[in-house]
């Protein structure tokens, strides 16, 4: 089993950026691949990023193409949600997830998932 607690969530103006960070901890945080999802209130949890067990495949959801990027460190057992032009329709709850899967598996679905985070809460405003 593995453990994620997300952090680097908080209230930014329109056009700033943050950098989110999940840490893991539990089995060996190589063996999975690594995704992003968003909930804002009243909608369903989206994907937003995911990135392979090695990190050398990784994909972004449209909206945020060119705007975002997910890395990781197989070292420190983190990985990282980097958000640059942030939007106000960015405004939501944040969450990392990890799946086990082959190596170049980071599935883009929610049922694609074992564990999750507890979310971090990101806010833009206008």
């Known amino acids: 089993q593995v453990q994620l607690v997300e952090s680097g969530g908080g209230l930014v103006q329109a056009g700033g950026s943050l950098r989110l960070s999940c840490a893991a901890s539990g089995r060996t945080f190589s063996s999975y691949a690594m995704g992003w999802f968003r909930q804002a209130p009243g909608k369903e949890r989206e994907f937003v990023a995911a990135?392979?067990?090695?990190?050398?495949?990784?994909t972004h959801v449209n909206s945020v193409k060119g705007r975002f990027t997910v890395s990781r460190d197989n070292a420190k057992n983190t990985v990282y949600l980097q958000m640059n032009s942030l939007k106000p329709e960015d405004t939501a709850v944040y969450y990392c997830?990890?799946?086990?899967?082959?190596?170049?598996?980071?599935?883009?679905?929610?049922?694609?998932?074992?564990?999750w985070g507890q979310g971090t809460q990101v806010t833009v405003s206008s």
């Open positions: 997830a990890a799946a086990l899967g082959g190596t170049d598996y980071n599935p883009i679905t929610v049922r694609g998932y074992d564990y």
């Open positions: 990135i392979s067990r090695s990190g050398g495949s990784t």
